[in-house]
Each structure stands twice: as C-alpha cells, then as structure tokens.
C-alpha cells in the first residue's frame, strides 16, 4: 500500500513541523514547571492562547476533523491527518496548541457527526473555535466498564427533562476550569436489549447536582489542567433537547467517536517513540561506559535496531487502519483499529522503557520527554478500552473469518 501524501498534506507537515520547532520544543521546561508547581494546579499555561493564536494564523487548527465531518472539516482524510498527529504527538500537550487534543476532539468529531444543529451551535462551534473545552463520562467506579454493557448511571426522562443520577470516574477533562460542558453515557432504557439501552447526553458543567468528589492522579500526577475526576450526578436536571440522536443510540454514538480516536492516540504514541528513539541515539553517541561509546556496545545497539522496526511496524500499521476507515468507515475497519489500539500502546511503553535503560537514571526524571511519555503510553493500554478487550475482541472476528476460509 502506498502511503505518499499529496502536496497539501505535504506541505502542512513542513509548517507544521516549523511551528513546532520554533514555539513547542522551546517552551517544554517552561511548561513542565508551571504544569508541577502547585500553585497553578487547575491553571492553564497562560501563554497558550498566544500559541494557539499563531497556529490558528497558520491553518493549522481542527486539522483532525475528516472529510466525512462535512463543512466543519479542514479537508483532511484520517490517514492524511495521521503523519500531524504523530508530529504534535512528540510533545504531549501539543495538540491542544492546534485545537486537536482529546477529549474535546473526539467530542466535537462525536458533535460534528450526530448533533442536532441547536446542539452544533450551542456547544460544537465553540469548541471549533477554542473558546471553551469540554469532558467526557462514561467509566463508571462501580462495575467493570471495559464492558460498557455494564455502566448504571440513569438518564430518566422527566417532561420536558432528562434526570441523570449515578457516579462516573476517569472523567477527563471535567477539572479545566474552562470547561463548560460534559457528554455523558448511561442508562435510558432499562428494559431495552444490552446494546441499545444506553444514550449519550449534554450535561453543563455548572448543573445543580453535579459534584466532583475528588480528582484522580496518573502514576501520581495530577495532568493539569484538564485532570481526571470523580464525579457524582444526583438528580441532574438537563433539557430533552440536549439528548444526542436519540434514545438508545449511545453504543452506535461510542463506536463512532472512539475509532477515530483511537488512531488519534495510536499516532500520538508513535510521535513519542521516534522521539524517544532519537534521544537513544543522541545518548548513546554522547556517553562512554567501559572504554567505549555506547554506540558501541552491542545491547544498545540491538535496543536501537528492534526499537526502529517495531516504530516502522506499529506507524504502518496504524497507518493500514486509518486508510481502511477511509475506504469503509469505523466498522470496515475495525480489527485493524482493535490491532492498532494494542500494538502502539505496548510498542511505545517498550522503546520508551529501553531508552529510559540507556540514559540510566537520567530517564527517570524529567531532565527528558522519555519518562512521561512511559507513563503515558502505560495508562493507554487501558485508556479507551484495555489491551484484553481489544485482544478478546481481536481474536473472535479473526477465528470467525479465518475458520471460514477455504484452505488450500
């Protein structure tokens, strides 16, 4: 399969790639000390607006909207969008810069496809713009919720309202104080078959009966300012006409916004490999240990080689997926989506563990990009669902469609 890009996609990568350069990279430390420091926690970096400004001017903003998202979309098919999301991958908090960090990507995509057009105006267009974010809630502290089958929350409608009461947890995004509104998943119909008796609803961040019960850390960081929470709904109160699509239409919702997503997060995880394998080879040529370079050493070698082959693997890969939902959609593309989900994840969480290895304790800190994007990369092998699902899953379409074949 042939992945050359066209020259707009081309050349977007090239400012892209530019912009980065000169206000990303320079400004890591900066932004890692305010993000730590308790006295901003919850405070946005204050000089991202400016940043976003400029990336704005540039053309590079909600680049990730694909084509099949109509009038909102920069014109971008997901496997032209996927060389820039592993770009603005390399540094973790890059994406929000051009308007396409999760979770108000997946929401204003999840918006673009199955809102009403009040609800495109009240809430997508200013997600669109940047001028306010948002949280999405549907793993739930209470049940397994890999299995969303699972989740209890209630959304019961009430005349002209809907009345939602339950506890979501990992809710990300809900401790932005920018942050104006959540889309929830629960329970509308209790009698209803397993698959159709949940719905996706807006829910204001300021609704009375809406409670953070504490934020959630990540391997002990808070990742502020967006953070994870815990949330409890009791009796909230919302209009029925902020209901998503209809009644009973939340796993057809889910799968729609998570297959985009997930090829999202899937190229954002490569960015931070090649960028940990860089600094493999840069410390590896910089440091001696036992009379000789690392360079030298035939382990660090060898950590270097199966680090690039499981990179080219895994960006193929990905890059296979995005194509085929492309051609077919989230559905058509499914196994490759669950493969990728599992490959990328694992692949990065490895090279980013043997470059940890090679700078020796220097990896642990943050003096480089390496120990986050770790830990980051760990969390994601449960993030949008965990390795065992997608592998569970895997297994069963494979077994049918292979046990099908005719064998020569």
């Not at 159709?196 to 609803?201: C, D």
């Not at 998503?244 to 057809?252: A, D, K, M, V, Y």
Request: a negative charge.
């Amino acid at each position: 399969m042939d992945f050359d890009y066209p020259d707009q996609t081309k050349a977007r990568l090239s400012r892209l790639d530019a912009f980065m350069r000169a206000h990303v990279y320079p400004c890591e430390e900066e932004v890692h000390a305010w993000s730590v420091d308790p006295a901003n926690l919850w405070v946005p970096w204050p000089k991202l607006d400016e940043l976003k400004a400029r990336a704005r001017s540039e053309q590079l903003w909600n680049l990730f909207l694909p084509r099949s998202c109509g009038e909102y979309s920069p014109g971008l098919t997901h496997l032209e969008y996927a060389p820039l999301a592993e770009m603005m991958g390399r540094v973790p908090w890059a994406s929000e810069v051009f308007n396409c960090h999760a979770p108000d990507s997946g929401n204003m995509e999840l918006l673009a496809r199955y809102a009403s057009d009040a609800q495109k105006k009240q809430w997508l267009e200013p997600l669109l713009d940047g001028s306010i974010h948002s949280a999405f809630s549907m793993t739930e502290p209470e049940v397994a919720s890999s299995d969303a089958t699972n989740l209890r929350t209630s959304i019961r409608r009430d005349g002209d309202d809907y009345v939602i009461n339950g506890r979501k947890w990992w809710t990300s995004g809900v401790m932005d104080p920018r942050c104006t509104f959540l889309i929830v998943m629960g329970v509308s119909d209790t009698g209803g078959d397993r698959h159709h008796r949940h719905s996706m609803i807006i829910v204001p961040r300021d609704a009375t009966g809406l409670r953070i019960v504490r934020h959630l850390t990540v391997f002990g960081h808070n990742h502020s300012p967006g953070g994870h929470a815990e949330i409890v709904f009791e009796n909230v109160r919302v209009p029925a006409d902020n209901m998503i699509l209809g009644e009973g239409r939340g796993f057809e919702i889910a799968q729609g916004r998570l297959g985009p997503g997930r090829i999202h997060h899937c190229m954002r995880s490569i960015g931070q490999a090649q960028r940990a394998l860089e600094w493999m080879a840069r410390r590896a040529t910089s440091r001696t240990a036992f009379g000789a370079s690392l360079s030298e050493h035939g382990t660090v070698r060898e950590d270097v080689a199966l680090s690039f082959c499981e990179i080219e693997q895994a960006r193929l890969l990905t890059l296979k997926a995005a194509d085929a939902m492309d051609r077919h959609g989230a559905k058509g593309g499914k196994d490759l989506i669950a493969a990728i989900k599992v490959v990328a994840s694992r692949m990065a969480q490895l090279v980013t563990d043997r470059a940890i290895q090679v700078h020796g304790a220097m990896g642990l800190s943050a003096d480089t990009p390496i120990a986050e994007a770790f830990a980051l990369n760990r969390m994601l092998r449960i993030a949008d669902g965990p390795d065992a699902v997608h592998l569970a899953q895997l297994g069963r379409w494979k077994i049918a469609e292979l046990s099908a074949m005719d064998m020569p």
